[in-house]
């Protein structure tokens, strides 16, 4: 899996999950069926929001994107339905070629961005598990804490 393809994927997955989180609204407002459509819909949306924001870190790191660029991409995720348009809008700019980083070039020394990018590179399954426990962590202490907006 190439950067570009992850990204597209999660990019994709978060414009699927705002169209479910909308719709669950919709069912509990539109049509009074209660908090379960929100529910479900806000779970899964929130998981791949974080999911979204890992990736897109990762991605950042790994292309070297300015701190202005990762700000817009994870900013893309706040607003619906505009991570796909990002994802498009980095591609067009050639922003998501190559592949993974393995290594600094030579003659230059890593920082610590670098390093563990490439930790995660050299082990991508269990960059995968730790990323997902992590996600799952924040998840859990956000569901803790409440929603956003008290219910009505």
Do not use: C
Request: glycine share 10%; no cysteine.
């Amino acid at each position: 899996m190439t950067p570009r393809s992850l990204f597209r994927a999660l990019a994709v997955a978060e414009l699927v999950t705002w169209t479910m989180l909308l719709v669950g609204m919709l069912m509990k407002y539109g049509f009074g069926l209660g908090d379960l459509p929100v529910r479900i819909g806000g779970s899964v949306h929130g998981f791949v929001f974080l999911a979204y924001l890992v990736v897109t870190t990762v991605v950042a790191v790994n292309q070297r994107w300015s701190f202005g660029t990762l700000a817009l991409g994870w900013a893309s995720a706040v607003v619906p339905y505009t991570t796909l348009p990002f994802e498009v809008g980095v591609v067009r700019r050639g922003m998501l070629d190559g592949p993974w980083r393995r290594s600094a070039p030579a003659g230059t020394q890593p920082g610590f961005w670098d390093r563990l990018l490439f930790s995660v590179v050299r082990r991508p399954a269990v960059a995968v598990v730790v990323g997902v426990v992590l996600v799952v962590l924040v998840f859990v202490v956000l569901l803790t804490i409440g929603p956003p907006v008290p219910s009505r």
